[in-house]
Structure formats: structure tokens, C-alpha cells
């Protein structure tokens, strides 16, 4: 079953879900999330996943575009992915090794539970606004700025 839902659900489900206006909001929140610390996010939508990763967890194909989008590529090990997949209703974070010594899992676990919470209502953009923001006070608790803050990765969110 969850192999046909993979296969037969559409790219546009993720803009439904997060259509251009939406998208627009997160980058800015991201923009201005990132001039209160000195980490670096990454936000990803699938509607569904491909092939290859059918077979494994959703974790592994967060960890899989972490690393194939460079967020582990950050001078400070910064870096923070909050991966949404739609076919499945997941969502994971994964953390640089910088920002894993400080935070530790259960609490981006939590953020990704509120987010699934506020997704199962609809709420996608009222959803994805608050984990960014909740990102935020982690980041800027755990990284914050020390001058320079350069962006070292894009804002603008990726649709898969």
C-alpha cells in the first residue's frame, strides 16, 4: 500500500501544500532567523519519496538530502535540515554535529511532533512558521551570532 502511494502521488501535492506564497514566508522566516544566530537552516518538502528510498524510514532519506544538499557544510557544523515528507505525514530535523553536542534529539523530535500537529489540521504554513521560529530560540540559545554571520546556505526552500 505504501509502495503505491509513493508511486502515484504527484509533485504538485507539495505545492498544494505549500504553494508559492507559503514557500515566500518560509524563506523569510529563515532570512530572519538566521540573523539571530549564527546557524544555518535548510527547509525541504517531498510530496512523496523516490524509489530508491521506499525501503528505509524517513530518517534516512532526510539524512540522505542533508548531506546531498550540503547542510553539513557549514563552517560552525551548523547546519539544520527540517525535512517535511507528505505522502507519509513525517517530518524530520537533522542537526549538524555542532548543533547535536548542544541540542539534543528529543527536542527536535518534539518540534517535529507540534509541526505534524499543526500539518494534520491544515495548517501548513501556520505549522512550518512556528518550527522555524521554535528553531530559532534553539539556535540562538545554543549559536549566537558572533559578527561575522555569513549565510552559507540558500533560504529558499526546496520542493521535491
Not at 58 to 79: C, H, I, M, P, Y
Amino acid at each position: 500500500m505504501r509502495l503505491l502511494k509513493h508511486l502515484l502521488t504527484p509533485h504538485w501535492l507539495a505545492l498544494r501544500a505549500f504553494p508559492p506564497a507559503t514557500l515566500k514566508q518560509i524563506e523569510a522566516a529563515i532570512k530572519a532567523s538566521e540573523r539571530q544566530h549564527d546557524g544555518e537552516l535548510r527547509f525541504v518538502v517531498e510530496a512523496s519519496l523516490p524509489f530508491s528510498f521506499l525501503s528505509l524510514d524517513t530518517r534516512k532519506r532526510a539524512e540522505a538530502l542533508f548531506a546531498q544538499l550540503g547542510v553539513w557544510d557549514t563552517g560552525d557544523n551548523s547546519g539544520v535540515l527540517i525535512y517535511v515528507q507528505l505522502v507519509d505525514r513525517q517530518i524530520e530535523i537533522v542537526a549538524d554535529r555542532g548543533i547535536s553536542a548542544r541540542v539534543e534529539q528529543p527536542e527536535w523530535d518534539a518540534l517535529c511532533r507540534q509541526m505534524e500537529q499543526a500539518f494534520k489540521k491544515g495548517q501548513y504554513a501556520e505549522g512550518a512558521l512556528q518550527a522555524i521560529e521554535a528553531t530559532t530560540r534553539l539556535l540562538a540559545r545554543h549559536f549566537p551570532p558572533r559578527g561575522r554571520n555569513l549565510n552559507e546556505l540558500p533560504d529558499k526552500p526546496v520542493v521535491l
